[in-house]
C-alpha cells in the first residue's frame, strides 16, 4: 500500500531530519486528536529537526480512533500537518510520534504497562474538558461520574483518565520506579490544578498513602495552548493529497501557521528543550491562559452560537459579517480584557490579531465544531468574566448575549428554522429543560439553575437573569443577526 512512509514526496514537503531509530517513548500522549497533531508533537517534532534527541511520543487511545491507530501504523507512525496561512501552505511529516497503543486493540493492561516504562518521564494529555471527569462549577472530581464509579469498583481495570493516571502511578510506585510529570495541554482555566485534583481526589478515594505519594512526587504544570485546527474533513484530506504528489494520509490534519505554547517549567523527570521550537517556559501560566480562555475561546464561542444561529457555518464566514466581526472585537476589549491581569502584552494588537485569525478563509473551522460541549466551556470562558463584573460594577451586555446565544443554541432550532444537532455531556439535563419550558423567560431560568454550569450565585443574580433574559427575548423575536448587531451599536 502507497503510504507517506514509503512513497517518494515532493521537495517542498519538510520530513523529518533526525535519526527516528533513536526515539524512545519519553512521552506518552492520551487523546490523539486534531489539536495535539499539529501542536504539541508537531512542537517535539521542531526540537528534533533541530537537535536530535530521544524524546520520542508514544500514542495511546483509550476509546475512540482504532481505525486511525492502524492507519498511523502503516504509515510507520508518520503523519502530515499542512499549515494554511495567507502566505501559502507548508506540508510538515511529523516524525516525533514512533508507537502507539490502542485499549480496542492491544487492551488496558498494554496501556498501563506502558505508562509504567521506566522511561516515560512525561505523561501528556488533550482528552476534551469531558475527559477529566470533574464538576465544571466546581473544578473538582465529579465521584458520581459514572466512569469513575466504575474505576473505585474496579481500578485495575481504569475506563476514565483520571484512573487510568493513578493506576499507572501505583503501578510505577510499587515497582520502585520514578513517577512521570502530567500534563494536561485542554482549554481548561488551570489545567495542572485541574488534573492534579482529578488525580489525587481518586487516589484519595483509593488508597490514602498513594494519594500523598503522588502529591509528594508527581508534577502537573499547567499549559496556554493555543493554534486553530479544525476537524480534518475529506476536502482538507484530499488538499493534503495534493500537497503530497497525490499520496493519501488519513492521519493528515490542517491548521492555522500562528502557533503558541506557554509552558509552567515544573517537569520531575525531565523535558524537551520546546523553548528552541519556540515555546515559552514560565513560572506562571495563569495570566497567559485567562487571557487566552476569555479573549479567544471566549470570542469563539459567542461567534459560535450566535452563528451558527444565524446560518454562518464557519468562523470565517462570520468574519465577513462587519456586525459580528465589531462584536467579537468589542466582546474581545470591553467586557474580557479588563478582567485579565496579564502584563506587557497589547491586548488591542492581541484583539487584532485574533480577529486577522478567524477571517482567515483557508481554515473553514465550524462553528457547530466550536459550539459542542458548551456546558463544559461556558464557566471558564465567559461566566468567571461576569462573575467580575458583577464584582467590579463592569459592562457584561456582551457575555449575556454569548449566554443566550447557547441557550437558544441548546433550545434546538436556529433561526431559520432548522433542528441542530447539539453534542453535549450534559444533553440530557438540557434536553429534559428544554422540553419542559415552553414559556421562555421560565426556560432561561431553569436553565440557569443548572448548578453545574452556573453554579450557585450566578442565576441568584436579579441583574445578571435580566440581562440574559433580555437577550434570549430579542434572539427569539429580532434573531441573531439583528441583536448582535444591535448590541454592537450600542457600543459606538
Ligand atoms: P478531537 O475531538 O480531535 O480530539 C479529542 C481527543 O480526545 C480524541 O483523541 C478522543 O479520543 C479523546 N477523548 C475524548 N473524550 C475522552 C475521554 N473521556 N477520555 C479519554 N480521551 C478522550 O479534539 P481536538 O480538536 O483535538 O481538541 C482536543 C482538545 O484540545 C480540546 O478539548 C481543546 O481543549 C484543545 N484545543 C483544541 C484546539 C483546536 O483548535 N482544535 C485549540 C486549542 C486547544
Known sequence: MNTIANQPLPADVQQPSYDRSALRSRIVHIGFGAFHRAHQALLTDRVLNRQGGDWGLCEISQFSGDKLFETLRRQDHRYTVLEKGAAGNQAIVIGAVHESVHRKLEGVEAVLEKLAEPQVAIVSMTITEKGYCIEPG?????????????????????????????????????????????????????????????????????????????????????????????????????????????VQDECAIACEPFIQWVVEDNFVAGRPEWEVAGAQLVDDVL???QMKLRMLNGSHSFLAYLGYLAGYQHINDCMTDAGYRQAARRLMLAEQAPTLSVSGIDLAAYADQLIERYSNPALQHRTWQIAMDGSQKLPQRMLDSVRWHLAHGGDYAGLALGVAGWMRYVSGVDDAGQPIDIRDPMLNALQQVVSSTPDDEQRVQQLLALNAIFGEALPKDPAFVAAVTQAYLSLRDCGARQTVQEWVSKGE
Do not use: K
Open 138 to 246: 466546581s473544578g473538582r472530581l465529579d465521584l458520581q461520574h459514572q466512569a469513575i464509579r466504575d474505576d473505585l469498583a474496579n481500578p485495575g481495570q481504569p475506563n476514565s483518565v483520571p484512573g487510568l493516571l493513578v493506576e499507572a502511578l501505583r503501578l510505577r510506585r510499587q515497582r520502585g520506579l520514578s513517577p512521570f510529570t502530567v500534563l494536561s495541554c485542554d482549554n481548561i482555566p488551570e489545567n495542572g490544578r485541574v488534573v492534579r485534583h482529578a488525580v489525587i481526589d481518586l487516589a484519595q478515594a483509593r488508597d490514602a498513602d498513594l494519594a500523598e505519594w503522588i502529591a509528594e512526587q508527581v508534577t502537573f504544570p499547567s499549559t496556554m495552548v493555543d493554534r486553530i485546527v479544525p476537524a480534518a474533513t475529506p476536502e482538507t484530506l484530499d488538499e493534503i493529497a495534493t500537497a503530497l504528489g497525490g
Open 287 to 289: 495570566p497567559f491562559e
